[in-house]
């Protein structure tokens, strides 16, 4: 039962274009996410996240887009560097009781930019 | 200065055998946890500890026991070995409270695990 789905394996995008990957989700409990961002051999590493209460986010190239009605976030990169070039996890956050944090992760979308 | 470490990065071992893999974070968090990525990609969560304290424990076989002998270490036990426990195993450590910083966490470089 995959609570955050990323359905795009893979996106290739051309150097200076916009990249933008997307990630659904179906618990409603989630009231935050993340996306992290992975090299090869390498632990992932935060990028950039969003509380429900928002519905953008912006930090420079990166934009994270929350549509709560639809359970559905984006992550937009413009624009796309060759640099950017690895695996993107969307996560989601819940609390769980005694103000614990549980990320629920999605399995990650391989983003190639071509120079 | 690495942030969260684990050792070894690489961990070759037969079935049946008994291995632990090292973690240390030096971000002053209070909480640490165990993910494995599976052959699918996807990173679960197997456990998490809260100062020394096990807050989360999802369905994991018993052969996995986690330690945390203090709030900057959190070890992972594996006993008996099977095939199927050849995984990326990565640890991670967060704050539990304090605004933003009890949300995000920060990833070990991992652990790949090979049962031969």
């Known amino acids: 039962d995959q609570q955050v789905k990323q359905n795009s394996p893979s996106l290739s995008v051309q150097e200076g274009r916009i990249s933008i990957l997307n990630c659904d989700y179906t618990?409603?409990?989630?009231?935050?996410f993340l996306w992290y961002k992975k090299y090869p051999a390498e632990g992932p590493t935060f990028l950039i996240s969003i509380s429900s209460i928002k519905d953008k986010n912006e930090d420079g190239r990166f934009t994270v887009f929350l549509n709560k009605s639809a359970k559905h976030l984006s992550l937009h990169i413009v624009p796309s560097q060759p640099g950017d070039s690895a695996v993107y996890f969307c996560a989601a956050s819940a609390e769980l009781s005694g103000s614990a944090r549980q990320l629920t992760f999605g399995s990650g979308t391989q983003l190639t930019v071509l120079p | 200065d690495t942030a969260v470490s684990q050792t070894p990065k690489y961990l070759v071992t037969q079935m049946g055998n008994d291995k632990s893999i090292k973690c240390e974070q030096n971000l002053g968090h209070d909480t640490m946890y165990w993910y494995k990525q599976d052959s699918k990609k996807f990173l679960k969560i197997m456990f998490s500890y809260n100062n020394k304290e096990l807050i989360i424990n999802e369905t994991v076989p018993n052969r996995f026991s986690p330690k945390s002998p203090d709030k900057a270490h959190l070890n992972l036990h594996i006993n008996s070995l099977e095939l199927g426990d050849s995984a990326v195993y990565f640890c991670?450590?967060?704050?539990?409270?304090?605004?933003?910083?009890?949300?995000?966490?920060?990833f070990g470089p991992g652990t790949r695990l090979t049962v031969t």
């Open positions: 991670a450590s967060s704050l539990l409270r304090g605004g933003r910083g009890a949300y995000e966490q920060y």
């Open positions: 618990n409603s409990m989630f009231d935050y």
